[in-house]
């Protein structure tokens, strides 16, 4: 069974940063892409950024040049690498998973959610 496992969030000012990981357990056929979507209190959950399996990528236009999204193919680890954190950020950051599983069904699954809150 797949299961996502996150970690790095947590309190941060203005300005600051933090590094989101997301490590994957179990068996799968094919990757199609992992990433991160965040909801924010009272608001929908939106993307903020995904990795495709061939390797491109693409961002909230909120995000882009502050947030990068990486993976670690050898580690099932995609990162989220956040820089200049903005009030606006706060939220509980899921990872998400696109992918076939062994049965060659296409499937996706959430985690568990990291809260990062960026004030003074």
């Known amino acids: 069974q797949v299961q996502l496992v996150e970690s790095g969030g947590g309190l941060v000012q203005p300005g600051g940063s933090l590094r989101l990981s997301c490590a994957r357990s179990g068996s799968i056929s094919r990757l199609n892409a992992m990433g991160w979507y965040r909801q924010a209190p009272g608001k929908q959950r939106e993307l903020v950024a995904v990795i495709h399996n061939g390797g491109s990528t693409n961002y909230a236009d909120s995000v882009k040049g502050r947030f990068t999204i990486s993976r670690d193919n050898a580690k099932n680890t995609v990162y989220l690498q956040m820089n200049n954190l903005k009030p606006e950020d706060t939220a509980v950051y899921y990872c998400?998973?696109?992918?076939?599983?062994?049965?060659?069904?296409?499937?996706?699954?959430w985690g568990q959610g990291t809260q990062v809150t960026v004030s003074s």
């Open positions: 998400y998973i696109d992918f076939v599983d062994l049965f060659l069904s296409r499937r996706d699954y």
